[in-house]
T-cell receptor
Framework: KAGVTQTPRYLIKTRGQQVTLSCSPISGHRSVSWYQQTPGQGLQFLFEYFSETQRNKGNFPGRFSGRQFSNSRSEMNVSTLELGDSALYLC???????????FGDGTRLSIL | KQEVTQIPAALSVPEGENLVLNCSFTDSAIYNLQWFRQDPGKGLTSLLLIQSSQREQTSGRLNASLDKSSGRSTLYIAASQPGDSATYLCAVPAGGYQKVTFGIGTKLQVIP
């Protein structure tokens, strides 16, 4: 059974650009959550999707957005990139909300 | 607002030692607590999930305990091995949704 797949693994962008990250959950999993991990702040919750609906959102500016498709795949978008957006972005899936999460290996985003 | 603290931030031990990692949380109204392992440049691997009704969970050389009333959990690793070297994070759901609060983690190094 394939795990959570995140693409791309690495990404380099410049300030002001926008980026889209993709997450394919484990087959059958319908809940997808996104997290940002930085050395200073640790892991911070971005948002959670279930059945194409955003159930919860963390304390991030509106430049961070996401969506979930009918096949449970999810994307997150960050617009007007800032240097501080450099981080490892992790996606986690679970069968349904409030069940144990399984994480992908993340997308390493670097902003120059 | 749930806050999660992990002590120590880093730990270096010789191979074969038994060790304890600590996690404390401020809001005891949790329904589970999860311990994860993260290898450098990788995502998180779930180690143990303790439901609020449980006091401990065991998996191989790992044992996690939960004391909701005092807001504490410990992860006990028996007979440590160099392959145990990683960062260990505890995570607590905040509220009834999958908005999860993570500790910063304990970076463990087991020296051969």
């Amino acid at each position: 059974k394939a795990g959570v797949t995140q693409t791309p693994r690495y990404l380099i962008k410049t300030r002001g650009q926008q980026v889209t990250l993709s997450c394919s959950p484990i087959s059958g999993h319908r809940s997808v959550s996104w997290y940002q991990q930085t050395p200073g702040q640790g892991l911070q919750f971005l948002f959670e999707y279930f059945s194409e609906t955003q159930r919860n959102k963390g304390n991030f500016p509106g430049r961070f957005s996401g969506r979930q498709f009918s096949n449970s795949r999810s994307e997150m978008n960050v617009s007007t990139l800032e240097l501080g957006d450099s981080a490892l972005y992790l996606c986690a899936s679970s069968l349904v909300p409030d069940q144990p999460q399984h994480f992908g290996d993340g997308t390493r985003l670097s902003i120059l | 607002k749930q806050e999660v603290t992990q002590i120590p931030a880093a730990l270096s031990v010789p191979e074969g030692e038994n060790l304890v990692l600590n996690c404390s949380f401020t809001d005891s109204a949790i329904y589970n607590l999860q311990w994860f392992r993260q290898d450098p440049g990788k995502g998180l691997t779930s180690l143990l999930l303790i439901q609020s009704s449980q006091r401990e969970q065991t998996s191989g050389r790992l044992n996690a305990s939960l004391d909701k009333s005092s807001g504490r959990s410990t992860l006990y690793i028996a007979a440590s091995q160099p392959g145990d070297s990683a960062t260990y994070l505890c995570a607590v759901p905040a509220g009834g949704y999958q908005k999860v609060t993570f500790g910063i983690g304990t970076k463990l190094q087991v020296i051969p």
